[in-house]
């Protein structure tokens, strides 16, 4: 998003059309990660439903 707020900044199309190409699997595995990081953290650490 950031990208894109610089190709439209910028006055480039190419880069505000190309930043979600370039980011796109990355944004998708590091969000992956993080759900499957706070999935195992709620077993390790014995996290119950509706607990603050």
């Known amino acids: ?11 480039s199309p190419t880069l505000t059309r190309t930043a979600y190409e ?6 998708i595995i590091a969000a992956g990660g993080a759900g499957l ?7 390790l650490l014995g996290w119950k439903s509706g607990e603050d």
């Open 22 to 27: 370039w980011l796109h699997a990355a944004i």
């Open 1 to 11: 998003m950031l990208l894109q707020a610089i190709g439209i900044a910028w006055g």
């Open 37 to 43: 990081a706070a999935f195992c953290l709620s077993y």
